[in-house]
């Protein structure tokens, strides 16, 4: 349902499939916004976000340029719509989460916080190699990812918490996977699986692992690379 104090423009009959008509509304979403009378409200920004994410390429970029101009042109505009443009496209739990359209929404803002989460998203993506952490295991040795480069062909990490329900289906399909453990004892593949719902390091420590002993149960360390 859109925004009801907003009136979106009339699309020409031209554009006449619904491809079209959605490209052609990505890019003049904002054409009848008055900053003077219209609100930069959440379900205004769910319409915008939802519309881009199904344009083409080509109109995704020109919906961003229009949306990053104006909120150049209206500062106060911008902390609303950071807000909701990082709530919508980057939080993965969103049903509009959209990683690639969040970098382009990042690049055209521009400054240091902007720049500061492209480092960060750039950080273990598809093709790259995942950053260095160090972690603990269940025998107290500190050691990093990086240590286990060069020894295996595959390295599977598995962060898990306690409380999850899916991580927990998770780890009990690895605990009954004979292929993996196969590929384990072959010594071809290593899997390091990290509770990140550790409070207590001695209590964990001193505790039953989670997974059988093939696989590495590991906690993080103080610090990460």
Not at 177 to 183: D, E, L, M, N, Q
Not at 191 to 211: F, M, N, Q, R
Request: with cysteine; glycine share 4%; aromatic share 12%.
């Amino acid at each position: 349902m859109m925004a009801q104090e907003y009136s979106l423009p009339d699309i020409p009959l031209r554009y006449d499939t619904p491809e079209k008509r959605i490209d052609y509304l990505a890019g003049h979403f904002w054409k009848n916004f008055n900053p003077s009378t219209d609100s930069l409200c959440e379900q205004l920004m769910v319409d915008f976000l939802s519309v881009t994410s199904a344009a083409s390429e080509c109109a995704a970029k020109k919906a961003v340029r229009s949306y990053t101009r104006l909120v150049r042109r209206n500062p106060r505009l911008r902390p609303d719509g950071d807000l909701y443009v990082d709530k919508y496209l980057y939080d993965r739990r969103s049903p509009l989460f959209n990683e690639q359209l969040y970098v382009r929404f990042l690049k055209a803002q521009g400054g240091s916080r902007a720049g500061f989460l492209l480092e960060q998203i750039s950080k273990n993506r598809e093709g790259s190699s995942a950053t260095d952490f160090l972690y603990f295991t269940k025998d107290n040795v500190r050691c990093s990812l990086s240590d286990n480069y060069n020894k295996y062909e595959f390295i599977l990490l598995v962060f898990y918490d306690k409380s999850c329900e899916n991580c927990q289906r998770t780890l009990e399909a690895l605990r009954e996977s004979t292929g993996i453990k196969a590929i384990v004892d072959a010594d071809r593949l290593k899997i390091i699986a990290v509770d990140i719902s550790v409070e207590d390091k001695e209590e964990w420590l001193g505790a039953e692992p989670e997974l059988p002993l093939w696989c590495e149960s590991a906690m993080l360390g103080e610090s990460e690379f």
